[in-house]
């Protein structure tokens, strides 16, 4: 076997044009333009970043937020729309691997939303297609829980790459679905601010401390990589979901950010973490997961498998499905 090259990645640590689709596309070329000028094979964007986290759901009752899930319900995107069209079209253009985040519409239903991931190749290929298992608490009032088809690993030509979107990667049988088939490459994509309290209300979430620990345990337990990449909450974003109350927005202002980071396989960080937005780079070796496997390998000699079994349905769940009607013979021939 040949001893792998070093590889260049990065985290955009970055806000979308806040409700703006389009904008927030032409935001993500520029940032993949760069980081292919930087020498980066693979570039990994924040949790729903087309096109803005729904935070609005943590802050307010459903009952005075509908105009908010109305525009979000609006500026949703296709997996095979054109937005999605010109980031693959991008990723080709420079010969980039580009994991998206995105809120998802559909057109059998104008409410029905999922919190979505594309992992697109570097010939502009869709690889997988990943929607959120179970959207997390306040999450429940804007996106639908996906299914198991993109719980997947996929080879590429800088190695096997798979991902869960925010609190997935709190997930035990999730995240060993993807160590199972061989992940050397983790995505795990987090939204801006994460508040589960009122400032100054006891101790609240801190999701910069939420990330190190889970996305180090991943690395720590796969032997992979892992490469955070987490959204940025802008102006924007606050004086829009601020209007709802003061609270609010005292909320959004003082409540803790998200970083993004990139972690080795003994499950400690490459570099310092990324807190101002832009880019974040590490050139990483895949050979420096193999020392790591000696140690425990969960997927190979350290592990039961006559005594654990983990069974995965990656049907792509519809409402509906078609098929052929039985014909019957009339009675009596």
């Excluded at 596309?25 to 964007?45: Q, T, Y």
């Excluded at 306040?138 to 030509?157: F, H, N, S």
């Excluded at 990656?314 to 499905?321: F, H, S, T």
Aim: charged share 20%; with cysteine; hydrophobic share 40%.
């Amino acid at each position: 076997m040949e001893a792998a090259r070093p590889i260049s990645v990065a985290a955009a640590h970055a806000a979308p044009v806040w409700m703006q689709p389009s904008q927030s596309v032409e935001k993500a070329i520029s940032l993949m333009e760069e980081a292919a000028l930087h020498g980066a094979s693979f570039i990994v964007f924040p949790e729903s970043y087309l096109s803005g986290f729904p935070i609005w759901t943590a802050l307010a009752a459903p009952i005075v937020t509908h105009d908010f899930f109305q525009t979000f319900a609006k500026v949703a995107i296709r997996a095979d729309g054109p937005e999605i069209i010109a980031i693959r079209e991008a990723a080709s253009r420079l010969g980039l691997i580009v994991q998206m985040g995105f809120t998802e519409g559909t057109d059998m239903s104008v409410g029905c939303l999922w919190n979505s991931t594309l992992l697109i190749g570097d010939d502009g290929s869709v690889l997988n297609h990943h929607r959120k298992l179970v959207p997390t608490y306040y999450e429940k009032m804007v996106w639908t829980p996906g299914d198991g088809a993109g719980l997947r690993v996929v080879q590429t030509p800088i190695g096997r790459i798979g991902g869960l979107i925010c609190g997935e990667n709190t997930n035990p049988l999730a995240r060993y679905a993807l160590m199972a088939q061989g992940e050397q490459l983790h995505t795990a994509c987090f939204p801006p601010v994460w508040p589960t309290r009122l400032p100054g209300d006891g101790a609240g979430y801190d999701i910069a401390e939420a990330i190190r620990i889970r996305c180090g345990a991943h690395s720590f337990e796969a032997k992979c990589f892992t490469i955070v990449a987490s959204g940025v909450l802008d102006d924007a974003a606050i004086n829009d979901v601020g209007r709802l109350s003061a609270d609010a927005e005292r909320a959004l202002r003082e409540t803790p950010r998200a970083v993004s980071m990139i972690i080795g396989p003994d499950g400690r960080m490459i570099g310092a973490p990324r807190s101002e937005e832009g880019l974040l780079y590490a050139t990483i070796n895949l050979d420096d997961c193999i020392e790591q496997k000696q140690f425990q390998d969960v997927v190979g000699y350290y592990n039961r498998f006559d005594v654990f079994r983990l069974q995965i349905d990656r049907e792509r769940r519809q409402p509906l499905y078609f098929g052929e009607i039985p014909r019957f013979s009339p009675i009596g021939k």
